[in-house]
């Protein structure tokens, strides 16, 4: 129905840089916000940027400075600009798109990327 494919990852050595690509594709009629969370090892999936269909932007506090949302100029698609990578920034990338609304039925719905590795070697 509904994919999200995220590219971009990869290995890096801290103080490097990587952009994160994902691609949203199918029935949509409209997505109300897209955001990257990660998750490292052993712990929760947390929110890293998220923006919103006006652009708004939001970062946690620990990206604020050095990463970078934005969308592309192809519908439903969004990047991450990463700068100054830290080895603490290692993890599985996620995007993911809330507030889809489908062109072929009502309701709204989120949806996952599968995900993409981000490793910071120091």
């Known amino acids: 129905q509904v994919q999200l494919v995220e590219s971009g990852g990869g290995l890096v050595q801290a103080g490097g840089s990587l952009r994160l690509s994902c691609a949203a594709s199918?029935?949509?009629?409209?997505?109300?916000?897209m955001d990257w969370y990660r998750q490292a090892p052993g712990k929760q999936r947390d929110l890293v940027a998220a923006?919103?269909?006006?652009?708004?932007?939001n970062y946690a506090d620990s990206v604020k400075g050095r990463f970078t949302i934005s969308r592309g100029n192809a519908k439903n698609t969004v990047f991450l600009q990463m700068n100054s990578l830290k080895p603490e920034d290692t993890a599985v990338y996620y995007c993911?798109?809330?507030?889809?609304?489908?062109?072929?039925?009502?309701?709204?719905?989120?949806?996952w990327g599968q995900g993409t590795q981000v490793t910071v070697s120091s």
């Open positions: 993911h798109a809330d507030g889809v609304r489908l062109a072929t039925s009502p309701g709204t719905y989120n949806y």
């Open positions: 199918g029935s949509i009629f409209s997505i109300r916000r």
């Open positions: 923006i919103t269909s006006g652009d708004s932007t």
